[in-house]
């Protein structure tokens, strides 16, 4: 971690990353929605609805995963002061809001044809609400301060405290009554999906795991750049 | 075909939810790398004017 701590070590490292990121993303992206849309067979009860799955369930993973980062990341800012990882949660923060809006919406539209509902209240739907709220709330939080180094570490604080939301997302379903199907996928006994289904399913979570890397190298890029442009206008206001 | 199009009669949220997803996809995809431009840009800019000279009075 300490040689991806220096700011022109990373600039350099994602730069020679990406293309080749990219363009896996491309292929796996492709070859999954092939899969999902094409190649795999509807199901018995759910007919094609069943491919809602195939967005649906890629995009929770990648919503939880990212705040998973940002946890990591906070820690590595508070506790070591990771120069980078600040910048980086705040880089990803709308990448992670963005997946889990769209987890919400393709949610309610495989609901409403199989449930007859667009929502419900219960606690996998509703925690997976709060996450959106934290990663807005997040953004909000930071922009509110003028001291941007401060806003980040009060950030921080706040995707930390958060992080309980992500184990209660998980076990919603298992500790609650809830209209949410119970997990298929990430369990002790292993996956209860046959493979003409799992398989398109994990290569559609992989191709969207891998364009959140690719989302995040581009943004922290950014927000690095941001920072050298901020400390030269800051050098040319001082009139150097 | 068809039947691709028709989605076994659930069209409008199967093809809704891809869309969608294409949509906010691409959304930041095209937005990342936007803003990394700009940035690029303006970093561009100010070392150009470090370079010939620094500060002449005149703010660009």
Not at chain 1, 142 to 164: C, H, M, N, P, Q
Not at chain 1, 217 to 230: D, G, P, S, Y
Not at chain 2, 24 to 47: D, N, T
């Amino acid at each position: 971690m300490h040689r991806f701590a220096n700011p022109a070590r990373f600039m350099r490292f994602s730069a020679r990353l990406l293309p080749w990121l990219s363009g896996l993303t491309v292929v796996l992206l492709a070859s999954g929605l092939y899969l999902a849309l094409v190649a795999s067979p509807p199901d018995y009860e759910q007919g094609q609805a069943v491919r809602i799955m195939y967005v649906h369930v890629p995009s929770a993973w990648v919503a939880m995963a990212a705040y998973g980062s940002m946890a990591l990341a906070s820690i590595a800012f508070l506790v070591w002061k990771h120069p980078l990882a600040g910048l980086f949660t705040k880089a990803v923060a709308p990448v992670g809001a963005g997946f889990t809006a769209l987890c919400l919406v393709t949610g309610s539209l495989w609901g409403e044809p199989m449930w007859g509902t667009w929502w419900v209240w219960d606690a996998r739907l509703t925690s997976v609400l709060v996450l959106l709220f934290l990663y807005l709330g997040y953004l909000a939080l930071i922009g509110s301060f003028d001291d941007v180094d401060r806003g980040l570490r009060v950030g921080a604080v706040l995707v930390l405290v958060g992080t309980v939301n992500l184990p209660i997302i998980k076990f919603s379903v298992d500790w609650w009554y809830t209209l949410h199907q119970p997990a298929s996928v990430a369990r002790l006994d292993g996956p209860t999906m046959q493979a003409s289904m799992l398989i398109p399913l994990l290569v559609m979570a992989v191709a969207f795991t891998l364009l959140y890397v690719v989302l995040a190298l581009i943004r922290t890029r950014a927000e690095l750049t941001w920072r050298k442009v901020e400390t030269l206008r800051v050098f040319q206001a001082a009139g150097d | 075909m068809a039947g691709f199009f028709e989605m076994g009669g659930y069209a409008p949220y199967v093809w809704g939810s891809y869309g969608l997803t294409v949509l906010v996809l691409a959304a930041l995809i095209y937005l990342s790398i936007r803003r990394l431009r700009a940035a690029e840009r303006m970093l561009s800019l100010l070392q150009q004017s470090r370079r010939s000279g620094g500060n002449d009075g005149s703010d660009a």
